[in-house]
């Protein structure tokens, strides 16, 4: 049987395999047209793999090459085929065995139970709030996650009835259907607002409410939000950049060679931005430079990665955003790729939380639960990767048909976070596996096993906890970690899973 695998699978490619584009294509009028005239004519002649991979190029052909996170916003969430706002309408499904991967809370139920009662802590640790308190997750895929928590939420009366409303943040119309019929049944309708679309739980009858941004969720200053995001960072476009060797011109060319010149032609480092242009028409594996990995795994990329022959809009301002990416500028080749969409994310949630300038709250109050894949403390690199009926294969082939997803920087969401609020603190990140450990991940399912009488769904409950835990190359609980924004309490009070308890 074909394992069903995770999206945090490394692919090993990209920036390792970009191209260097020796000179700037587009430098000068005349070579500009060249270009756009004879690849015009050459892709007239060419069949594409998807329909947006045909409106890529043709793009790419008019502006010149594409910044990675224009790339990846259009292979996600483009209106015509983007792989979550186009896939069910292409007849296929993201998840589960006839899907491209699986995530931990289709692996099972005990993620999101767990995951539920975390935030009945928070809300017990808060001084259980008898009203306006807003449950809300943004990218909820099946809805799977939500499903488990409002189960479990709802034995906890005096909670569900502090509930206003229950937001989802969701781009795919087809998965806002898919979610609003686990949540609130096939029969219960949905209809449409000025905010969003508006339908009624299953669980306590609470109302929910779907929007496309996390914006258009309405802001007061008097509601308690408790956020929820998994596996939702990593689906943001990225921004990535490397540090080269810029050789200088001298002013005057025919003194180049003059000793007295020749200080002028220091190489200053800058940041250069990594860009999307179309692959040359017959080019395989090797001309592209895939690595080996790739190569049994799905078809030649139809585009390519390639360094920017010159200052782009993006090279010059966000490299000079964070102090831990300046401190990298002197390092010849360092490459960072940088998430400007989960920073907006982190500061909003950190903001609804702690209050901000524009929006003040008198007293912060609610918790942000982040869970999701990358490093601990370090900026991400080279972590684009491609997912395809759960196989690797290129983020440059098939796009819209193929999911891609990154790396996620914690660090900077912790950043972005204290920036946005004086009034939050963020705690984490800390391994899946510690986490779910410490919320009691094996008692649950060792109970939920002694209820089964099948053997086989005995094994199955164990396997799958194992999975969601287990720190090995393959298993989730190292690889994934999870992240939590609170009230500012000075650091004296730890949220459970983090070190802490609750606190009545
Ligand atoms: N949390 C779910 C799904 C993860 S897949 C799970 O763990 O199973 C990513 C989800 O985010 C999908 O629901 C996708 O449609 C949604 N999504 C991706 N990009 C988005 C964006 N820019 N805005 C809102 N939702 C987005």
Redesign the pocket.
């Given at each position: 049987m074909r394992s069903m695998i995770t999206r945090a699978a490394r692919c090993g490619l990209t920036n390792s395999s970009a191209t260097k584009l020796a000179r700037p294509v587009w430098s000068s009028c005349q070579s500009y047209r060249h270009f756009t005239a004879t690849a015009a004519k050459r892709d007239e002649e060419r069949k594409w793999s998807t329909p947006l991979a045909k409106q890529l190029t043709e793009a790419i052909n008019t502006t010149g090459p594409i910044p990675l996170a224009s790339y990846m916003r259009m292979c996600?969430?483009s209106d015509t085929g983007g792989y979550?706002t186009g896939a069910i309408q292409q007849g296929r499904d993201q998840?589960g065995k006839k899907g491209d991967f699986i995530?931990?809370?289709?692996i099972s139920q005990i993620f999101g139970e767990l995951i539920g009662i975390w935030f009945v802590a928070e809300w017990i640790s808060q001084g259980r709030p008898r009203s306006g308190v807003e449950l809300m997750e943004?990218?909820?895929?099946?809805g799977?996650?939500m499903d488990d928590m409002l189960r479990t939420i709802k034995n906890f009366p005096d909670m569900v009835s502090s509930i206003d409303a229950i937001y989802m943040?969701?781009?795919?119309p087809e998965?806002r259907v898919a979610q609003k019929n686990l949540l609130c049944g096939e029969d219960t309708p949905l209809t449409e607002s000025k905010i969003g679309y508006h339908s009624t739980s299953k669980y306590a009858n609470l109302p929910i409410v779907w929007t496309?941004?996390i914006q258009a969720v309405p802001k007061e200053a008097s509601k308690t939000p408790f956020i929820v995001a998994?596996?939702?960072f990593d689906?943001?476009p990225i921004h990535a950049f490397q540090v080269v060797d810029v050789p200088q011109q001298p002013a005057d060319p025919s003194k180049a060679d003059s000793p007295s010149k020749s200080k002028a032609n220091t190489s200053p480092l800058q940041w250069r931005e990594m860009v999307v242009a179309p692959a040359p028409p017959g080019s395989t594996h090797d001309s592209l430079g895939t690595p080996k990995l790739e190569r049994h795994d799905g078809p030649v990329p139809e585009f390519q990665l390639a360094v920017s022959p010159s200052a782009t809009r993006h090279s010059m301002y966000v490299p000079e955003s964070s102090p831990r990416y300046k401190a990298l500028k002197s390092t010849p080749n360092a490459l960072i790729e940088v998430c400007p969409d989960a920073y907006l994310y982190a500061a909003e949630f950190a903001a609804r939380i702690g209050g901000s300038a524009q929006h003040p709250k008198e007293r912060a109050s609610g918790a942000a639960l982040i869970l999701d894949y990358g490093p601990s403390d370090t900026i991400p690199v080279n972590s684009l990767r491609g997912i395809k009926g759960h196989k690797r294969v290129s983020p440059f082939s098939e796009p819209g048909l193929v999911d891609l997803s990154v790396d996620v920087d914690f660090m900077a969401i912790a950043e972005a976070s204290m920036i946005a609020s004086e009034g939050i603190e963020v705690h984490g990140p800390v391994n899946q596996g510690d986490f779910l450990e410490a919320m009691g991940i094996q008692q649950r399912a060792q109970y939920l096993a002694k209820k089964v009488g099948d053997e086989a769904k005995k094994q199955e409950i164990e396997t799958s906890c194992q999975r969601l835990v287990d720190r090995g190359p393959n298993g989730m609980g190292k690889l994934y970690k999870a992240l939590a924004i609170l009230p500012e309490n000075e650091g004296r009070r730890r949220p459970t899973g983090f070190g802490g308890d609750v606190s009545a």
């Open positions: 996600l969430t979550y998840f995530t931990s809370p289709e943004v990218g909820p895929g099946r799977t996650l943040v969701e781009a795919s998965l496309e941004t998994h596996e939702f689906a943001l």
